[in-house]
């Protein structure tokens, strides 16, 4: 352990490094305690949201002092755009991949041996190979950073076997301090994080999972086309990811848009290597605005400028959506995140999840957590509470505002249904006298006082709730069935026919002991087509235009190089840059976002555009 004395003054440089090498003047909430955790070299779980800067707890103290991290990550383009990000900003870094050349990992070999590294980027399978835990020990190893760290949670969302080589480290080496960090975590996940990793005495760190910037929506699918391009057409050729339930339904969505000028592109598992790596490098370099993704797209994906993150279907889990949606707005910019679901997609998955379960032989109380991550996302979909407060206190956290101003329950976007109750009782009397063993359709159809085969054949024509809400549309109907379901006053079986029943509150509201609230979803406003991007709404006109100079000129500069524009300067900083007109190096440093490195390598480049620019 380190003296509190000399954990102040390790501070005090890493600071100074944060400030030369990053161009950041504070630290964001938290990343000091998590900072000094590494430096008095503790054990930490760090749990902080997407954007909220858990990368800098590890890369700053590495690179302030000497030694070399290890940073353990899951995929390829994680490292990637880390390592990237980091040389670009003068780091020693590197990273060993199966993807790499011979010469590449021979080089990287290198300067592992020489002790010229201060962060090396390796997959958890690399830990198994033989020698390797050695030379790292004979390269300086002093601290290990598990990115990702749920992976190695069997009641995580993205468990991965392997993984578990990060723990067959810690009992090779029980002194090396670990810290694992990931963007959420239940406090059970949180739990077997620490039992997996064998963390000792470890600080938990865990910031507020909220997400203020992000504006979150729900709405009931209908024409999936048309709501996704009304929420594209809503931004002004900005970023987004729309993730689909299947390669199939990625493939036709991806072709439709495109056909309507959308610049997009279709990705998920079933492509090859070599497609699927063109299509994520073309995202990354702004080629294509959208991609149209199962959810094999996301992890590393870096890109700060993402304005909306669209899910055409549910989610099989509100872990996996609090990820994918923390896509959008990493740069702290506002940002939408909207799902269009229906009642089919929570049959669907759980349907899944049962044949996935017996075709694995999986413990029973794998399916049974599964299937109760499903429910809450399924819940949280078709409930009309705050959807920031619902997020926050799924994780266990406790959201304090009484209206979050950013979801569309608190924005007044959801019309409460006159007699919500007569409603929700006339729903609730019908599945009762159906003998509650029929699917929510036919419970719609007896309702709608629909006049078919199935119904004639049950004699539910016969029933008194026949044709009770005849003068309501099937879309209404069948999803106030859906919204009671989420509500836990009905329950569905599950399986591939699934039966709706009641459950004791729905018993209780059934009899009127219960309130209850049904809400019609209005039809959002849309954003005026060319709505300007977060990072310039504030900018005067000229300003604005200085703006887009630089964005054009940081795109070619990029494609030069051969890296990511936002590597180069994210949207903020050339926002800055537009608003400030910086005319020298000094000024220049002052921005966020611009550190020393980038200020000798890159400054004279944009100094000049902008002197030059004539609005």
């Known amino acids: 352990m380190h003296s509190s004395s000399t954990t102040i003054e390790n501070l005090d440089g890493v600071r100074e490094t944060v400030r030369r090498v990053f161009g950041f003047e504070t630290l964001l909430p938290h990343q000091e305690e998590a900072l000094t955790a590494t430096l008095e070299g503790r054990d930490a779980l760090i749990v902080l949201p997407t954007g909220g800067g858990k990368s ?22 994680l490292m990637t755009d880390q390592v990237g990000g980091l040389l670009a900003d003068g780091a020693s870094a590197a990273m060993l991949t199966s993807a790499q050349s011979d010469a590449q990992r021979a080089a990287t070999h290198e300067a592992l041996d020489e002790k010229r590294l201060s962060l090396l980027f390796v997959a958890p399978e690399r830990l198994a190979m033989h020698g390797f835990i050695e030379r790292l020990v004979r390269a300086g190893l002093m601290n290990v950073a598990v990115d990702e760290a749920h992976c190695i949670s069997h009641w995580g969302h993205d468990f991965r076997p392997e993984y578990r080589r990060i723990g067959e480290l810690r009992a090779r080496l029980p002194e090396l301090p670990v810290q694992a960090y990931t963007a959420t975590a239940t406090p059970a996940v949180r739990e077997d994080i620490i039992a997996q990793l064998g963390l000792n005495a470890p600080l938990v760190l ?10 979150y929506r729900v709405r009931p699918r209908r024409d999936v086309t048309e709501q996704v391009l009304g929420v594209i057409e809503g931004a002004r050729g900005a970023a987004g990811i729309v993730y689909c339930l299947s390669r199939k339904n990625t493939e036709n969505l991806a072709a439709r848009l495109a056909a309507r000028g959308v610049r997009c592109a279709a990705y998920h598992a079933g492509l090859e290597s070599a497609e699927r790596n063109r299509v994520q ?17 996301g992890m590393g994906i870096d890109r700060p400028d993402v304005r909306f993150v669209i899910h055409a279907g549910l989610p099989k889990g509100v872990e996996q959506y609090v990820q994918e949606t923390g896509r959008a707005g990493r740069d702290g910019l506002p940002a939408a995140c909207w799902m269009f679901t229906s009642g089919a997609d929570y049959h669907s998955w759980r349907h899944l999840l049962e044949r996935s379960a017996a075709e694995t032989d999986a413990p029973p109380e794998e399916l049974e957590a599964s299937v109760e991550r499903l429910g809450h996302l399924w819940s949280f ?18 959201f304090c505002a009484t209206d979050c101003g950013a979801c569309d329950v608190c924005l007044g976007e959801l019309r409460e249904v006159p007699d919500a109750v007569v409603v929700a009782q006339k729903i609730l009397s019908c599945v009762v006298r159906c003998d509650q ?22 004699g539910h024509q016969h029933l008194s709730t026949w044709g009770l809400l005849r003068d309501h549309s099937l879309v209404e109907v069948r999803g106030w069935i859906e919204q009671l379901v989420g509500r836990g006053l009905l329950a569905s079986t599950g399986g591939e026919y699934p039966t709706i029943h009641l459950t004791a509150e729905g018993a209780k509201a059934l009899r009127g002991e219960t309130p209850v609230t049904l809400f019609v979803v209005e039809r959002p406003r849309r954003a005026p087509r060319g709505n300007p991007p977060p990072a310039v709404a504030e900018l005067a006109g000229a300003d604005e235009a200085l703006f887009e100079h630089l964005r054009a000129f940081r795109r070619s500069l990029a494609r030069e190089r051969g890296v990511p524009p936002y590597l180069i300067f994210n949207d903020r900083t050339l926002a800055a840059m537009a608003a400030a007109r910086p005319s020298d190096r000094g000024s220049l440093l002052e921005l966020k976002g611009v550190g020393e490195k980038k200020a000798g390598d890159l400054g004279p480049l944009f100094l000049a555009e902008i002197a030059a620019f004539a609005p």
Request: charged share 25%; net charge negative; glycine share 8%.
């Open 56 to 77: 800098l707890c590890y890369q700053a103290p590495a690179l302030a002092r000497e030694g070399l991290t290890l940073v353990v990550s899951p995929l390829i383009s």
């Open 206 to 215: 865990v910031g507020e999972v909220d997400r203020p910037n992000l504006v």
């Open 281 to 297: 490098d073309a995202f990354q370099r702004e080629e294509l605005d959208v991609i149209v993704a199962t959810v094999a797209f």
């Open 381 to 398: 979909a078709n409930g009309a509470l705050c959807r920031h407060r619902g997020l926050a206190e799924y994780f266990g956290q406790e």
């Open 437 to 458: 063993r029929y699917g929510a359709a036919h419970i719609t159809d007896v309702l709608r006082g629909a006049d078919n085969e199935r119904v004639r054949r049950t």
